[in-house]
């Protein structure tokens, strides 16, 4: 019998358009190793880590007349060639080459006759190394029984972890009649399976929604947050399917040196910082901003990451993870004063959270970033864009080198998804030391991307300032 997606699945098949396409993307930057590596050693790294990931090698087929929600099946024609791609830049590739070649990948929409997901091999990067972007639909990775594959590749070691082999067998795919049939026979036991499949066909995904926050937890906060709709913003605009990206390297010392100074987590001054990259961008394109101007922003995270970093963990498990929504103070001109700003407002949240666990966030290497981030966007996309102004996912990773086959992983950035009406998108990893943010936007609405990451700079350089500098504190 075939697998049925879930009610937040289908919600996130069924929402994708044309200008906002559902899926999650990760770019990820490796040394090339004295021997090379090679698009074919690529495949076959991929290839053993697929037993991992199941539903990469399944597509979603629909039931006719709408009368129940689609089915994942085995793709009986799976080839890992037309999934896995390879791509170069005209060497020495540099790196506005290579973002502008992102910008142009996530754009497009996934094949939908085939399992949702890509893979590029980028070569011809300079300074010898060599990319891989991911990208996969959020209706796969649910963070407990999916994965994100760019996860399920990376090794605490350079010697790839040894896999079992498979022999995968495709089960027979079901034919057109046995799956309304099956539809039939769950609409008679389960009256509320039809229903959600009307409601689907109709585009109301109004208790979808109302699942992807409970998933995350405390329904009840994120309600109260959202009680009046976000602040009107130039983030907020009609945007089309094409797409800037840029990024930033920062170092997580220096997020250290401010936590440690003023308090808070790792995370508060990460929201600090984007809250002061914000205000200096509003007031870049002369946007009116007064003392409590602000801009909402919808922020999923690890909590045990979170709380580990601040050195007050306690009973928190290991995997947990919350969501809510927060005010950025852009309209508060001292770096210093904003991070108070945040820290009250991300403990309250945290203080009467109630972490709902991710059973399988943690495995291989513990890399689990790149399925955090997607599951952020997931709840972002749930949501009403009338509730908050931005989305930013922050996804800590681990504080030691990773390898893919051999190479050693420099550096590690999110592709963050678009949903409707919003212009742009942070997310950002820490990792071996740093923390790198990736920021997707609109083309036509945000020309002016790269003002956003040179601003982030300045954001954290204001904040390292003022902990070094007490006549700065308040």
Not at 11 to 15: A, G, M, N, P, T
Not at 192 to 197: I, N, P, Q, S
């Given at each position: 019998?075939?697998?049925?997606l879930?009610?937040?699945?289908a ?5 994708e358009?044309?200008?906002t396409?559902m899926h999650?993307?990760?770019?990820a930057i490796f040394r ?7 698009y074919?050693?690529?495949?076959t ?6 037993a991992?990931v199941p539903?990469?090698?399944q597509?979603?087929r ?8 689609p089915?994942w099946?085995?793709?009986?024609d799976f080839d890992?060639?037309?999934h896995?791609?390879?791509s170069?830049l005209?060497k020495?590739?540099?790196t506005e080459?290579?973002h ?10 996934l ?12 070569e011809g990067l300079?300074r010898?190394r060599?990319?891989i972007?991911?990208?996969?639909h959020s209706s796969?990775?649910?963070g407990?029984?999916a994965?994100?594959?760019?996860q399920?590749?990376?090794d605490?070691?350079?010697?790839p972890?040894?896999?079992?082999e498979?022999?995968?067998?495709p089960?027979?795919e079901p034919?057109e009649?046995?799956l ?6 769950e609409m008679v036991?389960?009256p ?6 009307v409601?689907g066909?109709?585009g109301?995904?109004t208790?979808a ?5 409970r998933?995350?937890?405390k329904?009840?906060a994120?309600v ?10 130039p983030?907020n605009t009609t ?8 990024v930033a ?7 250290r040196?401010?936590?440690s100074k003023?308090?808070g987590?790792?995370?508060?001054v990460?929201?600090t910082?984007v809250?002061?990259?914000?205000r200096n961008?509003l007031?870049?394109r002369g946007?009116?901003?007064g003392?409590y101007?602000?801009?909402?922003a919808m922020?999923?995270?690890s909590v045990h ?5 601040a050195g007050?963990?306690g009973?928190?498990?290991?995997n947990?993870v919350?969501s809510?929504?927060?005010d950025l ?5 001292n770096?210093?004063?904003r ?10 949240h945290?203080?009467?959270s109630r ?5 399988t966030?943690?495995?291989?290497s ?6 955090l981030h997607?599951m952020g966007?997931?709840v ?7 509730m ?10 681990p504080?030691f ?7 050693r992983m420099?550096?590690m950035?999110?592709?963050?998804p ?5 212009a ?5 990893t820490s990792y071996d030391?740093?923390?790198y943010?990736?920021v ?6 945000m020309p002016?991307?790269?003002v956003?990451?040179t601003?982030l700079?300045e ?10 500098d007490?006549?700065n504190v308040?």
């Open positions: 019998m075939a697998t049925r879930t009610t937040q699945d919600s996130f098949y069924f929402l358009a044309s200008t396409p999650v993307g990760s770019l090339l190793p004295r021997g090379g590596f090679s074919d050693e690529l495949l790294l991929v290839e053993s880590r697929l991992l539903r990469y090698r597509k979603v629909e039931v006719a007349f709408g009368l129940a929600r089915v099946v085995d793709d009986r890992i060639t037309y896995i791609r390879r170069a005209p020495p590739g540099s080459q290579l502008d070649l992102i910008a142009r990948l996530t754009s497009r929409p094949d939908r006759t085939r399992p949702l997901w890509e893979m590029y091999l980028v300079a010898n060599f990319a972007f991911t990208k996969s796969i990775v649910d407990d029984k994965l994100e594959i760019s399920v590749i990376l605490a070691t350079k010697a972890t040894p896999m079992a498979e022999l995968w067998m089960a027979r034919s009649k046995a309304v049939a099956q539809a039939l026979a036991s389960r509320g399976e039809g229903v959600d499949a409601r066909a109709v109301d995904v208790r929604a109302g699942e992807a926050v998933a995350v937890g329904f009840a994120v109260r947050t959202a009680a009046q709709t976000a602040p009107t913003s983030l945007i089309s399917r094409n797409r800037r990206y840029s390297k920062t170092d997580l010392d220096d997020y040196v401010v936590r003023f308090g987590t790792v995370n508060d990460v929201l910082v809250s002061g990259a914000l961008w007031l870049s946007e009116p901003i003392p101007t602000t801009v909402r922020v999923p995270l990451a979170a709380a580990t970093v007050d963990q009973d928190v498990p290991p947990a919350e809510f929504l927060i103070p852009v309209g508060e001109p770096a210093v004063v991070l108070s700003h945040v820290s009250h407002a991300t403990a309250a945290l203080g009467q972490g709902v666990t991710a059973s966030l943690i495995t291989l513990g890399f689990a970033p790149a399925t997607a966007a997931r972002g996309s749930s949501l009403s864009q009338r908050f102004n931005i989305i930013v996912t922050n996804a800590p990773g504080q080198p990773l390898y893919a086959g051999g190479a420099l550096e950035y999110p592709v963050p678009l949903v409707r009406n919003q742009l998108s942070i997310g950002l030391g740093n923390v943010y990736g997707n936007a609109d083309r036509a609405a002016d991307i790269d956003i990451t601003l700079h954001a954290l350089e204001e904040l390292v300032d003022a902990a070094r007490d006549k308040r």
